[in-house]
Each structure stands twice: as C-alpha cells, then as structure tokens.
C-alpha cells in the first residue's frame, strides 16, 4: 500500500510539472504613464515624464489654475527632451497652481502608428506667505518705513542721505530716485559735516596729516622771517620761501585727500524698510527695472536686525558696471563680505552688456536657509554661497555712495564687464522702480 501512494504521487508530481512547463505566462502589467511638476519661487518651472513615449518633437502645454481642480488657462508650451524633461519659459512667481500636460503624440514603432494619450502632472502650488503689490498710490505705513535716520552719517556716504519724498508708488510700482542738491547753503553745510565725518574716519592718519600742515607753515612763516638786507640774503631768503611753499601745499594736497568733502556733488536718495516683519528661511523674489546710469547702485536686500548681516539678493550699478549677489556675513565679531573680492561678487555679464537689458523688467529671487544661499536672475541660477541664520527684514534702496558719484558724469566701464568705456554713455541721474515683492517662508 505504502508502495502504491508513493507511486501515484509521484505521477501526480510529473503531471504538474508537465503542466507548468505548457502553462501560458501571466501576462506583464503594463506601467502607468506619468509626471511630475516642479513649482519653485523665483525659477523657471519644469516637468518630467516617465512610461509615455519620450520624444524631443512631443508638445508639453504649461497650464494654471487658481484652485488647482477648475478653470485651467494655457500659460505656455515647451517640448521634452528625448528623457522626458521639459523645463518652461514661465518663472513661479504667484499662488497659482499648475501643472503641465504632455500632449498626444503620434510615433511609428515596429512599423505601425502609435498614439501615445495625453498624460498630465498632479497640480502644485506653493502658496505665497507675505507680498506687496504696490497697488495703491502712496506708501502702506503698515509694511514699510522711510529708512531716513542714517542721514549723512553712513560710512562711505556723508554726500549722500535718503529722503521721504524720494520714493514714491504709483501706477502699480514704487520707484525710488536720486536728485542732486543744488541749494547753496544746504550744500555747503553737508560738505562741512562731511569733511568732519572724514576727519573722525581718517583717525590718527589725519592728525599726523594736519600736523604735517602745522609744521610745514610754521617753516614756511620762519622762512619769511629771514633778513633780505643783503642781495644775498634776499636770494636765500626767496629761495627758502619757494621751498616752503611748496612743502606746504604737499601737505595740504595730502591732508585734502583725507577729507575731501564732496567734490562730485550733494545727493538725496530712496531707501524704504519692512521692518515690521522679518523671515529667517525660504524664498523672497521681486520685479524689478533697474536704472541704466551709473552712480548709484539700487539693490533688494536683506539685514538682521541683531547682527546686520545682509543677504543682497541683487545690487545693481548701471549699464557698463553690472550687477552683484553678495552676502555680509558675520565672522569673528566682524561683518566680513562673501565673496570677498568685488569683482567676484558680479553675476551675469554677458546678459547685462545690452543696453536693452536695463530698460526692462527683471524676475530676482534668494532661496536661502542656515545651510545655503541661492540667488536667481529671470529663473536662472547665478550664484551659491554657504548660509547662514538671522531674522532678516526687506529692504529696497537707491544709494548714491561717495565713492561712485563721480560716475554720475564720468561713467566707466568695469573690468570684466565685456564693455569698453566708450559704449558707456552718460545719462540721466538714476532711478529705480519695484512692481511687486513676494516671500515664501519655511
């Protein structure tokens, strides 16, 4: 018996296997077609697919929605690349949601016509968490402040000092200026301040200069002293004179260096503060117009109240100049700059060159945490710096300082700017205007 279960088992095993090895495979599970949309502040919007035929020549359409269920609007189309990218010409700048469609596309394979369906992304927003519009026709005081209390005491500006009337809104825009102050008296009094101001800077330098002044017209008046009874004594005596003379104004010339007053004129500028609220990670990004003449330089920018660190997300200098993203870091108790040297701090040469740049509207954008620092030009990455931590304002500036005015009539073109100086115009004095400013807070 025991024989004869052993044998009908083992029948019964050789008829499964036999079976299995006729049975049809299961058939595979065909992958579902898909994608992905990436909504970033301040950067240019892309998509990718994955499962659907990929191909350069396939039409992917941009679309927005103001609840991400309804009311779907074109924005713009792109086509993918052969792995399935798509990166658009729109910047995300709004709450909008959107979401991107790879259209149906119509291919050949093993010599038959194929049409792939439309497939799109889930719909993503990032929803803007702090903005200013512009829209009214005067400043809102409950955003911002005049940053009027520097005066003329910031260092490197004692020609120069914002002023209420210097920024206006209006016409959906605040915009920012500099003018010049013509009245005498005024004048005179801030160039006196100034020299003062310089002094105090100048600190020890200036009073071995002054003292240098001192001494060279105290020979000079012992040389007028001399007797010149004699033609003798008259030729030494003259000669000493000369001597003397020329000592002094050598340390006049010297001790004018060091307090120069302002030889290329007195200015007013703009600089506004939302003080009142501050962001310590995320993104923040504006719509800028920035002035084409030299002189001046506007710039969106952050500062830690506590630390005065800055994040200057865009300054700008005029056509021939350019424009920089910098940070003022704390280190070792002092604000140092990053990057240090001036001429790394400038981004994007070679799109600033075209006098046309500077008569339209730009998109700029910092995301920035403890970790990281980056900055954004129409939603194109143009310099990473290592982050840092702070609590930071919004500030919006047009600062004339006194070591650029003169450029306000001698405009110059800066080494690596592409430029020579002879397609560096003069122009009118500078001006800034500012449609809208936006943060998306972490």
């Known amino acids: 018996m025991r024989r004869m279960r052993s ?3 083992a029948a019964v095993g050789m008829l499964l296997t036999a079976t299995a090895l006729v ?3 299961a058939p595979a599970v065909a992958a579902t077609a898909s994608g992905t949309i990436t909504v970033a502040p301040g950067q240019l919007i892309t998509a990718k697919f994955k499962d659907t ?3 350069k020549k396939r039409v992917v359409l941009l679309e927005s929605s103001a609840d991400g269920l309804t009311g779907w609007t074109d924005v713009t189309e792109a086509k993918m690349t052969a792995k399935g990218a798509v990166t658009f010409s729109t910047i995300a700048t709004n709450s909008s949601y959107y979401r991107a469609t790879a259209k149906a596309f119509n291919y050949t394979s093993k010599k038959k016509k194929v049409t792939a369906a439309a497939v799109s992304t889930p719909a993503k927003q990032v929803a803007i968490t702090w903005q200013e519009e512009f829209s009214g026709s005067t400043l809102d005081e409950a955003k ?3 940053r009027t209390e520097v005066g003329y005491q910031a260092k490197g500006r004692h020609c120069a000092a914002p002023i209420a009337a210097n920024t206006t809104v209006g016409n959906g825009s605040a915009t920012l200026k500099v003018t010049e102050v013509k009245n005498g008296t005024a004048k005179n009094e ?8 310089q002094a105090k800077e100048a600190g020890s330098a200036y009073t071995k200069a002054l003292a240098k002044v001192n001494k060279e017209k105290a020979a000079l008046a012992k040389a007028e002293a001399k007797p010149s009874k004699t033609k003798a004594q008259k030729k030494s005596r003259d ?3 000369k001597d003397a003379k020329k000592k002094v104004k050598s340390a006049e010339t010297a001790l004018s260096k060091l307090t120069p007053g302002c030889p290329n004129g007195v200015f007013e500028n703009g600089m506004i503060t939302a ?5 310590s990670a995320g993104t923040v990004v504006a719509r800028v117009k920035f002035p084409i003449g030299q002189g001046a330089h506007a ?3 952050l500062q830690d109240n506590k630390t005065r660190q800055e994040i200057d997300i865009i300054e700008s200098y005029g056509h021939g100049r350019g424009i920089t993203n910098i940070v003022h870091r704390l280190k070792s108790g002092k604000l140092v700059k990053d990057p240090a040297q001036d001429s790394k701090g400038y981004v994007a040469a070679k799109t600033v060159k075209s006098t046309k740049w500077w008569s339209q509207w730009h998109t700029v954008a910092v995301t920035f945490n403890s970790s990281k620092i980056t900055f954004y030009l129409d939603g194109v990455k143009t310099k990473e710096l290592a982050g840092m931590t702070g609590n930071y304002s919004l500030m919006v500036s047009l600062l004339s300082s006194d070591w650029e005015t003169y450029r306000v009539k001698k405009p110059d073109a800066r080494p690596g700017s592409g430029l020579k100086k002879s397609a560096v115009k003069k122009r009118s004095l500078p001006s800034v205007s500012v449609d809208w400013i936006r943060m998306w807070e972490k």
């Open 7 to 9: 044998a009908i088992a």
């Open 23 to 25: 049975a049809p495979a």
């Open 53 to 55: 035929q990929l191909d």
């Open 144 to 146: 911002w402040r005049q």
């Open 190 to 197: 801030i160039i006196k301040l100034a020299k003062e101001f």
């Open 239 to 241: 000669k000493a004179i």
């Open 275 to 279: 003080g009142s609220h501050t962001i």
């Open 299 to 301: 710039g969106v920018w």
